[in-house]
């Protein structure tokens, strides 16, 4: 019975994996194109579009299924999304913000602001925690491209604002005007990215105990969960034995 309750554990496993998966691609995909419909369909001629491409390599979404999103925009097809940005705080005070494509503003909105309630959290306005965080680009590269040192060297060369290193890999940041320039001048010297986005960067992290941390946890996933929401970034910082607890869940 061990064996057979383990097989069926595994399995489930895979499923959620699996659903995760094509959920990740589903956002991705209108991602590309929301981009294509905003600007040219050629990615050297759309930053939006580029980055776009570039995050859903990174996820290895195929060729077929990229192009498949752009043509979607050239035929006019799908909804017309809006951009929105909710802003709130979670269990133990973490600031939170979520980043939407959405179709229907009150649906989404109504829908965020319920599960901010439901985990103990509160919804707040435009620019209510927006300021614990920088609005920057981010350019990651493998740890493979070279040592901390040399990345330093390309980082200044580019016109990086910093570059912060690890076993991980390499991530440049720079401000959100310079970014496209760049990512430009990173690709010419290292390749292509990993990644390229802007993102929200918060200033200072807060310390979550672990009773709040399992809750915040619950929000954030829930909020993923959701078909609009493209990102959150919060300012949580969870201890290492609650990293454990909620990686082996």
């Avoid at 905003?38 to 990174?58: F, K, Y």
């Avoid at 269990?91 to 103990?120: H, M, Q």
Wanted: aromatic share 6%.
């Amino acid at each position: 019975m061990a064996g057979h309750s383990q097989y069926k554990n595994i399995m489930f496993r895979k499923n959620r994996q699996d659903a995760q998966r094509s959920k990740l691609f589903s956002k991705l995909s209108r991602e590309i194109t929301v981009a294509a419909k905003m600007g040219m369909p050629d990615p050297e001629h759309n930053p939006r579009l580029r980055v776009a491409i570039i995050a859903a390599r990174g996820q290895s979404m195929s060729k077929e299924v990229i192009e498949r999103a752009v043509k979607k925009a050239l035929g006019g097809e799908g909804e017309n999304y809006d951009e929105v940005r909710y802003e709130g705080f979670g269990p133990g005070g973490a600031a939170i913000i979520v980043e939407a494509l959405t179709d229907n503003r009150n649906r989404s909105a109504s829908d965020v602001r319920a599960a901010f309630a439901k985990f103990g959290g509160a919804m707040g306005e435009t620019g209510s925690v927006s300021f614990q965080f920088d609005h920057v680009g981010s350019i990651t590269y493998s740890a493979d491209k070279g040592d901390a040192e040399a990345m330093l060297d390309v980082a200044i060369e580019a016109g990086a604002s910093e570059c912060l290193s690890d076993e991980d890999g390499h991530e440049f940041l720079s401000a959100m005007e310079d970014f496209g320039a760049v990512r430009d001048a990173l690709e010419a010297k290292l390749g292509e990215p990993t990644a390229a986005k802007i993102l929200w960067k918060p200033t200072s992290m807060v310390a979550v105990d672990d009773e709040a941390g399992e809750t915040l946890s619950k929000l954030l996933d829930t909020l993923d969960d959701h078909d609009d929401v493209q990102n959150i970034y919060a300012n949580c910082e969870f201890s290492d034995s609650l990293m454990e607890k909620l990686s082996a869940a």
